[in-house]
Every structure is written in structure tokens, then in C-alpha cells.
């Protein structure tokens, strides 16, 4: 998972807005200290996923919606999403 800091892209009065497209979001962290804004998502790289044990890859694959076969094919298949 990768994670982003808050930029607001433009403003509607009082509020700061982000659009965010094309992005499996999972968590929007809110830093009640320094009140930075960080959106959490789903984003696979082949080089961190070689690392992951094939048990997680497979289970990675399956809640994505594809049928694993090996590891190579399963992280061809999450860095495709």
C-alpha cells in the first residue's frame, strides 16, 4: 500500500477539496498533531510483492478477483490493477 499526503486541489468556501480518481482507497489517516491528511491505497509493486510469500499473493490475487496460478503470474496480475 502507498500513501499520499492530503493536497487540496481547489477550495468550496471553508473546505479544502481532493479529487481522487482511479485509486482503491483504504484509509484516509488524519494527524490530530499536525493536522496532515493522508490517503492510504492500494497500489502493488512487482519489487515489494517478491518479497510477500506466495500464500499472500494467492490470497492478494483472489480478493482482487483473479484466479492464481504461480507467484510470477500473480504479481503480473496485481501490478496490472
Same mark, same amino acid.
Given at each position: 500500500?502507498?500513501?499520499?499526503?492530503?493536497?487540496? !486541489?481547489?477550495?468550496? !468556501?471553508?473546505?479544502?477539496?481532493?479529487?481522487?480518481?482511479?485509486?482503491?482507497?483504504?484509509? *484516509?489517516?488524519? #494527524?490530530?498533531?499536525?493536522g #496532515? *491528511?493522508d *490517503?492510504?491505497?492500494?497500489?502493488?509493486?512487482?519489487?515489494?510483492?517478491?518479497? *510477500?510469500?506466495?500464500?499472500?499473493?494467492?490470497?492478494?490475487?483472489?480478493?482482487?478477483?483473479?484466479?492464481y496460478? #504461480?507467484?510470477?503470474? !500473480?504479481?503480473?496480475?496485481?501490478?496490472?490493477?
Amino acid at each position: 500500500m502507498k500513501t499520499i499526503n492530503f493536497n487540496p !486541489g481547489f477550495s468550496e !468556501g471553508e473546505v479544502s477539496v481532493m479529487e481522487v480518481k482511479g485509486l482503491d482507497i483504504t484509509q *484516509i489517516r488524519v #494527524n490530530r498533531n499536525s493536522g #496532515n *491528511i493522508d *490517503i492510504v491505497y492500494n497500489s502493488f509493486d512487482a519489487d515489494e510483492l517478491e518479497t *510477500i510469500s506466495y500464500v499472500k499473493i494467492k490470497e492478494m490475487v483472489e480478493e482482487n478477483g483473479g484466479t492464481y496460478e #504461480n507467484k510470477k503470474q !500473480g504479481i503480473k496480475f496485481l501490478t496490472n490493477l
